[in-house]
């Protein structure tokens, strides 16, 4: 059974891509995860994450942690922590609502990418939440699809540096500045409420200012 649906159909028949489209289904396409994936994985320290809600409205969103923190658990199955975001849990309820993700893995540096679409489920208990400290829970996702894509329109970046708030074993995360913002302090957590009422209140436009200053 393949993979494309009619709209797609239409539209490859419509620029002459059918053949073409087949033999990336055929040759490139695959269900389990190969060596070269395992090794791309295992360097990334970031990726794109498509969700949608159980009416079918899209999310995207940007995931991040210390390199190979998305690890390959086994040949159909993929596994990365949920750190603290900004509360509103787009990506994770959508999960809940609707298991079915696409991933995206995009090196900038040496143009190449991954693509794995798949089904997510939501585990606070799981057995890895040990190795992501300040994690609050993991997502396993069931791999279904993977393909190496074509990386032409990949433009070549060069990395300044990683993100300091990303938590690592033996180091304070740095507190957000976001949360120091007027109309943000009272609503967080009580966690967090305790920490930014210590310091200083910031405005929006301090915030935007620091943001084009960094």
Known sequence: MSIYHDQQRQLQDAFDTRRLADVIETHNLHDTFNPLDTAFIATKDFFFLATADGSGKPSCS?????????????ERTLAF??????????SMGNVLANPKVGILFI?????????????????????LISEYPQAQFVVRVAVSEIFLNCPRYIPKLQRVSSSPFVPAPGRETPFPNWKQIDFVRDTLPERD?????????????DYIKAIEES
């Open 107 to 127: 090196d900038f540096e040496k143009p190449n990418r991954l693509r794995i679409s798949g089904e997510a489920s939501v585990m606070k208990d799981d057995p």
């Open 193 to 205: 409420r305790r920490k930014a009422l210590e310091m200083p209140a910031i405005d929006i436009t």
């Open 62 to 74: 940007f995931k991040a942690g210390p390199a190979g923190f998305v690890k390959v658990v086994d």
């Open 81 to 90: 922590p949920c750190y603290d975001g900004n509360g509103m849990y787009l």
